[in-house]
Every structure is written in structure tokens, then in C-alpha cells.
């Protein structure tokens, strides 16, 4: 179409004004390059329309009709034109885009190619930091070695660049104080320095000071130079100067005094810096306390930080004010404390409720100290003195005095619930870690605790105290109990002793009187606290009134089971025992003195249960015992052997506490052990002894009332009238009767005394069969025998056999009763039959206990002794 274009038309179109800015260039059509389609503002719309602009001539009004018709070549034209330079445009950016392809790929090529050298360097530099690493690791000694010697000279060097530092500061400070009185570079350190600057601050103010004592030409206060008056100035006081900027400086008039001055600006420094930990302190500002506490560590050792810390502390203030709380008001609690026969009621309230309280203090100040203090140890260590030598101390005196105005047993109470308590508070503490948490507390730590809990109970076990308190309660409580006891044997020493209780009573020796007079005088004076004399009333079984009268002291009475011994008392006894012994273990803890306050303990045991209860019961029986022995007219009484059963129960029980209780805590101490085994052996034999006594002389009474009924057997018993009329289920004689009912007495009051004894029955019971056996072999020789009282004979010893055979009898007493059968046979069968027994005796052996020789003395008692038959089997023997 460019052909086609007349020079008229494109003349016209280039003269043609336009409304916009024309893109055409003189008569060739519109000219245009690629920067206008890569501009930002270019828009399509508008190149067609400037386009179309262009090219349609303007209408004038004089000239044109209004039905002249639209000429579209121009615009044609145009179109075209432009068409073909954008052809041309496309064909150059195609040419440039292959251009620019060409160049990418070389420019990548070079790229990979410079990745992968830069890659190979990278491994070489990598393997040789591998060799050097391992150079350095000790792969050669001498190259390690080196690296250390580098390192540890260059760290050297480091310190003396800053010594050499510190030096100059410190004389460039020592100048200023000496010649000038001035501190403000060192204050300036102070001010601007951080919390890392006041630690410096302090050191260096140190080092002054410690410059100035040495050359300072006054020592302890002596002037040593003629001008050292003038070192105070005209007045002798220092000014002190506060500097614009807030600074200080000390300067003295008509001189200068660097100790002085030093040592204002190191008070100054150490106020400053406890107010400001105060402040931190006030508003949880761990971190500023802690630079606070860093630099407060120089002076005295941190001591006035750590007061400071502690004496603030708002659970003193509170606990100051609460000293003197009252303690709980529980009546019932405190006679529960009082009464030996009850569980004590534990801690006291406000105690226990400190202690609480203390606990959950330490747990949750231990993380402040802990964040506050890098000396958190130390500052611990004084906050948990401060906590058990002021709070816990206080609060336990007032306890313990409160307990000993009640009784000795509420106190040792008091003290043994106090300190356990407070050892679990320990242990908690402990466990917790306080400022470990959550691992357990260092051994510092536990070292502190355990020593706090052991000075706070020192006062109670110092020497011997503790072990006189449990004697001196134990004591009370004994002769307490056995008050009445003691009382009524006193007063019957005047009766007659006819029964076994006025046996028992006749031994109130001089002991027992002095005893009983000791304790009425200790119950009337007014050392003792109320509370702990109407205990001790209450368990000696008395009132007020029967203690004391209108006109003094009245009469106490008195029954007869208040000489009686008492198993429910022994055991009250003892466990009132074992108790002081548990508590002295737990506040001991098995400690070097254990064994001598077992001695201690050990010894009033026996010296009461054992002497004052046990024996003089065993004693009294036993003077029953000769009593009955020596009756003569009368059956003898022996009612006391239903008592020796509770006797025996006494001495099992004692023994069994001393063997299983005491003696296994005195093992640590070899010497102290044997002492006690003695000590108790002695006790045992001696008790034993009575024992055997008080069985001997029943043995001995039983046998000798034995012999007396015997004596009284007729000699018709045995030689009854022909005429008599005899029957065979009543031949047994009155004596032989009278005889068995006494002894089944005898068996019956042994049994139910010696019953669980072990071998104490069995022997007692064969001595008696043995005795008995005796005394009818004898009994049977001394009575003439007829053939009719043999039947009766025979039945007299029938019985016998019945009754030794209802006993508990060893099997070899069993040939004992054989002789008795055949000694009745020796009276009943006839000459002739006797005759082969009597041969057959000798062929078997003879009898348990009997010679052939013994059977004349049977034979010749019977009637027909003098016969011919019955001589002749005298003969055989």
C-alpha cells in the first residue's frame, strides 16, 4: 500500500495541525522506535487515537460542507505505514532477543564454570582447616602444644594489659586524692559504670585505701612529723562536697588526707549502694539487687547487704510483733499432754502453725536470694539462722515453759512433738532444695539445717538433764501408782500375819515406810504444779480429800486388793517405760550416751517393778510359806499360791522388756552391757530364788500336813471286825480320803499358779509324788494288816494311784506306781502265791526304788505274818 500513497495525501497529512502531539516526521509517515511501547505510560487507546488524529484532515467551516463525505485513505495510509514499522521493529527485537539469548548462554557457561572452581578451592580450603584442626587436636604433639602455649600467652598478656590498666587508673586516682582531695574520675566510674562499674569502683577505692595506710605518716592516731597537725586543717573536720554533676569530693582545709577521704568515699559508696538495693529489693528488681550485692561483696564480706536482707524482711517484722502470742487456750489438750495413759496430743498449734509458715517462707525467698545473690549460699545460711535462733526459738521456749508449768511429762511430751516436728521441717527443707530446687539442698545447706536443729535443743540435753527429767517423771509415775500398794503393807506391819495377805503385808520394811513418807511430803509441798499433783492423785486412786483435810493429812484408805499384785498395773508400768525409752531414742538419736541412760532407766525398772513390787510380793509369799510350814493343828493355808502365778507373770514381763528392750540398746557399749546382764542375772537369781523358796516350803507344808493326816489312821482301819459288814465301794478309809481331797488342793492352787511356767509345774508335782510315795510305803509298814483290811489296804492304795495318775506326771514316775500295786498284791494274795512273787522279784529285777530286803517290812504286817506258808516265803528274801 505504500505505493499506492500520492505525494498530494501525504503533503496534506504532514501540514494537517492535530489536537495532540504529532508522532509523525515530515511526509513519510509516523515515526516511532521500541523505547515508546517500553515506556510505563504507554497505552494503546491513546497511540490509535493519535494515530487516527493524525491522519483526518480538520474540518473548517468556511470551506467544507457539511454533506462532503469521510475520506478514509489518509487513514488508511497510516495504518499501513505504521504496520510496516512495527514489522521492522518486531524483526530488530527479534534480532536483539537472539543476541541477548547468545550472550546468556555464554554468561551461564562461564558461571558453571566459575561454581565448579570456586567449589574445588572451597575443598581445599576445607581440607586444610581439616589438617589444621587436627595439627591442633593433638595429631602432633608439637603443634598442639604450641596452640595451648599461644592461647595460655596471649590470655597472660591479656591480664597484664589489664593490670597495667588498673595500675595506671589506680595511681592516676591516687594523685588526684594525694595532691588534689579529689575522687570524681573514681566517682565518675562509680555513677556511669553499671553494676560491673561499681564493682570496680569498690576494689579500686580499696587499693587506695590500703595505699594510703601504707604511706600514711600517722599510725594508730600519734602524729609522727612536725607538720602533721596541719593535716585536719585549722578546725580539724573535713569538707565534704557534693559536685555540680552529683559527684563527691572530700577535701580537707589547709590540706589533704587521702585515708580520709577514702575511706568518706567508700562509706558513701556502701550507703549508696544499700539504699539502692534496698529500692531493687522494694520493687523486684532481681537484677539490679544482684549488681548491688556484687558490689557490696568487698565490703565486710557482704555482711551488710545479707543483714540488710534479713532484717527487712517482713516475716521478722510480723513474727516481732507476735512474740508474745498466747498459746492455745485447750484445756483438754493439756491434760491429754499431762495423762501417761493417753496418746499425747501432738505439737502445739501456734508452734505448729509457725513452723508452716516457715516453710512456705524458705521455699518461696530461697528464688529471690537465689536471683538476687551470686553468694546465695551465704545469704541462706544467715536467713535460716535468723529463722530458727529468732522465730523458732522464741516460740518453742514459750512452749516448753508452758509444758513444764504443767508437768514433767508434759514437757518431755512437748519437747520430744517440738523436735520432731521440727526435724521433719528439716527434711522437708531439704528435699525441696531451697535455692537447688528442684534437686535437693547442697550439703552446705544441709549442713546449716542440721546444725540450726541441733543448737536449738542443745539447752534440753546438756549432760545429763534429759535422762534425770525421764527419771525424775518415771519415777513420779511409779511411786504414783504404786502408792496404795505401798501404804497398805505399811499398815499392816502392826497385824498379825494370819493370812496371806497379812504375810504380804508384814514386809513393810524401813524402805517402803520412807518411800511412802518421801512421796506424801512430795504430794503437800507446792513444788509440784497443780496439774501434775492431781495427775499423780488420780493415778495413786485418790482425791483431794483423801489426801488432805481440814486439820492436815488425813487417813488414805486402803483395800485389800491394793496389796495384791497387779498385771494391768506392771503393764502400765512398763509402758510408761518404753515410752521414755522410745522418746530418749528419738531425741538422742542412738547417740555415745544411749547405753548409760539404758543403765540409768534399766536400774529404776528393777529398782521398782522389780524390787519395791515384785519382790516384796515374793517375800511376803514366802514368809506365808513357813507359816504354813510350820502349822501344826491346822491345815495349812496356802491361798497364796493362786498369787505366785501373777508373781511369775511379773518377773516374765520385766524380763522380757529388759532382754528385748533395753538391753539391745546398750549393745554399742560392751562394758556397759555386761554390766547390765549382771546386774539383770542378779535380779533373776534372786527372784528365782524366792521363787523356789516360796515352792520348797509349799512342798514342805504340803508333806508335812501329809504326814499329820496320815498319823491319824486307825490301826482298826486295816483289821476291821469279822463281823463288820464291809462293803467293797466304801472300803476306802477317812484318812485316805481326807488325804486325796488335801492333796487335789494342793495340785489344783500349784496348777493355777505355775501353769506356764515350763518346767516349774512338772517338777513341783513330782516332788510331791515322790514325797507321797515315801510317806505311804512307810505309812504302809507300821500297820498290822488282816486278811479282810487287805482288801481295804488294796483300796486305800487304789486311790492313791488314781490320784498321782491324774496328775501331770512324767512317764518314768510310771514303775513308782507299779511298786504301790505291788505292795497292796502283798497283802492279798495267798502264802503260797506269795511265795512266787516274792521269788519273782528278784528275777526280774526288782522294783523302782526297792530292794528285795524292803518287802520283809510289808510281809511281816500281815496277819498271818507268823505262819508256816508265810515264812517260808520270808525265806526267798
Keep these: 500500500m505504500a505505493g499506492v500513497r500520492s505525494p498530494d495525501t501525504a503533503s496534506i497529512l504532514s501540514h494537517s495541525p492535530s489536537r495532540r502531539p504529532s508522532t509523525f516526521t515530515g511526509g513519510r509517515g509516523p515515526a516511532y522506535t521500541l523505547d515508546t511501547f ?83 578451592e572451597l575443598e581445599r580450603a576445607i581440607d586444610g582447616f581439616h589438617r589444621l584442626e587436627r595439627t591442633l587436636d593433638g595429631d602432633g604433639d608439637s603443634g598442639g602444644n604450641a596452640a595451648m602455649h599461644i592461647g595460655e600467652r596471649l590470655e597472660e598478656l591479656d591480664r597484664q594489659r589489664q593490670r597495667a590498666q588498673d595500675a595506671k587508673f589506680v595511681l592516676q586516682c ?101 539504699k539502692s538495693f534496698d529500692d531493687f529489693y522494694r520493687r523486684q528488681n532481681f537484677d539490679g539487687m544482684r549488681e548491688c550485692a556484687v558490689a557490696l561483696r568487698d565490703f565486710s564480706d557482704g555482711s551488710s547487704v545479707i543483714s540488710l536482707f534479713v532484717n527487712q ?33 501432738g505439737v502445739e498449734p501456734s508452734l505448729q502453725s509457725l513452723i508452716d509458715e516457715v516453710k512456705v517462707v524458705c521455699q518461696e525467698e530461697s528464688f529471690i536470694i537465689k536471683r538476687a545473690f551470686p553468694f546465695h549460699e551465704e545469704v541462706l545460711a544467715r536467713f535460716l539462722q535468723r529463722v530458727f ?47 537447688e530446687h528442684p534437686e535437693p539442698a547442697s550439703s552446705v545447706t544441709a549442713a546449716v539445717l542440721d546444725q540450726q536443729l541441733d543448737e536449738l535443743f542443745v539447752p534440753y540435753f546438756t549432760g545429763s538433764s534429759y535422762i534425770e527429767r525421764e527419771k525424775r517423771n518415771l519415777g ?19 497385824m498379825q500375819p494370819s493370812s496371806y495377805l497379812g504375810q504380804l503385808a508384814a514386809r513393810g520394811n524401813e524402805y517402803i515406810s520412807n518411800a511412802r513418807e518421801a512421796y506424801t511430803k512430795r504430794l503437800d509441798t507446792a513444788d509440784l504444779p497443780a496439774r501434775q499433783k492431781a495427775m499423780l492423785l488420780r493415778i495413786a486412786g485418790l482425791h483431794e480429800r483423801d489426801h488432805t483435810g481440814a486439820g492436815g493429812q488425813r487417813e488414805i484408805d486402803v483395800t485389800d486388793e491394793d496389796g495384791k499384785l497387779s498385771l494391768p498395773f506392771t503393764k502400765r508400768m512398763l509402758k510408761w517405760l518404753a515410752e521414755g525409752v522410745g522418746r530418749g531414742l528419738e531425741l538422742a538419736g542412738g547417740g555415745n550416751e544411749t547405753p548409760r541412760e539404758i543403765r540409768e532407766l534399766l536400774h529404776l525398772l528393777v529398782a521398782n517393778v522389780g524390787e519395791i513390787y515384785l519382790e516384796t510380793a515374793l517375800d511376803a509369799m514366802g514368809d506365808a510359806a513357813a507359816v504354813a510350814e510350820g502349822a501344826k493343828t491346822t491345815e495349812p493355808d496356802l491361798n497364796y499360791l493362786f498369787w505366785l502365778k501373777g508373781a511369775i507373770s511379773v518377773l516374765h514381763l520385766t524380763l522380757t522388756t529388759i532382754r528385748m528392750l533395753l538391753l539391745p540398746l546398750a549393745a554399742s557399749n560392751l562394758s556397759i552391757r555386761r554390766d547390765l546382764e549382771k546386774y539383770t542375772t542378779t535380779f533373776t537369781d534372786r527372784a528365782e530364788t524366792k521363787i523356789d523358796l516360796i515352792l520348797h516350803r509349799t512342798l514342805d507344808a504340803s508333806l508335812a500336813w501329809s504326814t499329820r493326816l496320815l498319823s491319824q489312821q486307825r490301826k482298826t482301819d486295816f483289821r476291821p471286825r469279822d463281823d463288820a459288814n464291809l462293803q467293797l465301794d466304801h472300803l476306802q478309809t477317812t484318812t485316805c480320803a481326807a488325804l486325796c481331797v488335801f492333796l487335789s488342793r494342793v495340785h489344783s492352787s500349784a496348777s493355777a499358779s505355775l501353769l506356764g511356767s515350763g518346767s516349774g509345774l512338772e517338777a513341783f508335782i513330782l516332788e510331791l509324788a515322790i514325797g507321797l510315795r515315801s510317806l505311804l510305803l512307810q505309812h504302809f509298814k507300821s500297820f498290822p494288816v488282816s486278811l479282810t483290811g487287805a482288801l481295804v489296804v488294796s483300796k486305800d492304795i487304789t486311790k492313791y494311784i488314781e490320784l498321782l495318775r491324774g496328775w501331770e506326771l512324767p512317764g518314768s514316775f510310771d514303775p513308782s506306781l507299779e511298786v504301790l500295786t505291788e ?17 519273782g522279784f528278784g528275777a526280774v529285777g526288782g522294783l523302782v526304788g526297792m530292794e528285795r530286803g524292803d518287802l520283809r517290812g510289808f510281809v511281816v504286817r500281815r496277819e498271818d505274818a507268823g505262819s508256816v506258808g508265810v515264812q517260808a516265803a520270808l525265806s526267798v528274801l
Design 38 to 120: 517500553s515506556s510505563q505510560d504507554f497505552i494503546v487507546k491513546d497511540f490509535i487515537e493519535t494515530l487516527t488524529d493524525g491522519s483526518i484532515p480538520v474540518r473548517r467551516s468556511g470551506t467544507t460542507s457539511a454533506r462532503q463525505a469521510f475520506d478514509p485513505k489518509p487513514l488508511i495510509r497510516t495504518f499501513e505505514h505504521t504496520l510496516a514499522r512495527l514489522r521492522t521493529l518486531s524483526e530488530d527485537l527479534e534480532a536483539r532477543e537472539s543476541e541477548l539469548s547468545g550472550s546468556v548462554r555464554k554468561a551461564e557457561t562461564q558461571h558453571n564454570s566459575n561454581i565448579k572452581s570456586r567449589e574445588q
Design 174 to 274: 591516687w594523685l588526684e586524692v594525694s595532691e588534689r582531695g579529689d575522687l570524681s574520675a573514681l566517682d565518675d566510674v562509680r555513677r556511669m559504670g553499671g553494676g560491673e562499674g561499681k564493682v570496680r569502683c569498690a576494689l579500686i577505692a580499696r587499693q587506695l585505701l590500703n595505699i594510703s595506710q601504707r604511706l600514711d605518716p600517722v599510725t594508730n592516731g600519734t602524729p609522727q612529723t612536725h607538720d602533721s597537725h596541719l593535716a585536719k586543717g585549722v578546725d580539724g573536720h573535713l569538707d565534704d562536697t557534693e559536685l555540680p554533676n552529683g559527684g563527691f569530693k572530700a577535701k580537707a582545709r589547709g590540706g589533704h588526707q587521702p585515708r580520709e577521704i577514702i575511706e568518706k568515699f567508700l562509706e558513701m559508696l556502701e550507703k549508696d549502694l544499700l
Design 313 to 345: 524482711h517482713q516475716f521478722f517484722i510480723d513474727r516481732a510483733q507476735l512474740v508474745t502470742e498466747d498459746l492455745a487456750t485447750d484445756t483438754e489438750a493439756w491434760d491429754r499432754l499431762a495423762d501417761p495413759d493417753t496418746e499425747p496430743p
Design 389 to 435: 535462733q529468732q522465730s523458732i526459738q522464741q516460740k518453742l521456749e514459750i512452749v516448753l515453759n508452758k509444758a513444764d508449768s504443767i508437768s514433767s511429762l508434759a514437757f518431755l511430751r512437748s519437747l520430744q512433738a517440738s523436735r520432731s516436728y521440727i526435724a521433719a521441717l528439716v527434711e522437708d527443707l531439704k528435699a525441696h532444695g531451697l535455692t
Design 476 to 494: 513420779e509415775l511409779f511411786e504414783g501408782l504404786l502408792f496404795k500398794y505401798q501404804i497398805y503393807h505399811s499398815r499392816r506391819r502392826k
Design 823 to 839: 505292795i497292796a498284791g502283798l497283802f492279798v494274795i495267798s502264802p503260797e502265791a506269795l511265795r512266787e512273787r516274792l521269788r
